[in-house]
């Protein structure tokens, strides 16, 4: 991990999320559930351990 790094992932997107500015709550979930569908697919593929997203996408639901 690069120097500095002390965020988990999950803790990273939610800062990203948090600091876009959305035109919408729609355009904001829409982008959460696409992220999450792109990242699901890296899980199956054995690319990540388990997606970061799951969490931010259930609580924005």
């Known amino acids: 991990m ?3 790094w002390r965020y988990s992932k999950t803790n990273l997107l939610r800062r990203v999320f948090a600091k876009t500015e ?3 709550s729609s ?6 559930t696409r992220l999450s569908t792109i990242l699901t697919a890296a899980t199956r593929e054995g690319l990540l ?3 970061p997203v ?3 996408a259930c609580r924005s639901a």
């Open 27 to 32: 355009v904001k979930r829409n982008a959460i």
């Open 54 to 56: 799951e969490l931010i």
């Open 2 to 4: 690069p120097d500095g």
């Open 22 to 24: 959305w035109t919408s």
């Open 49 to 51: 351990a388990k997606n």
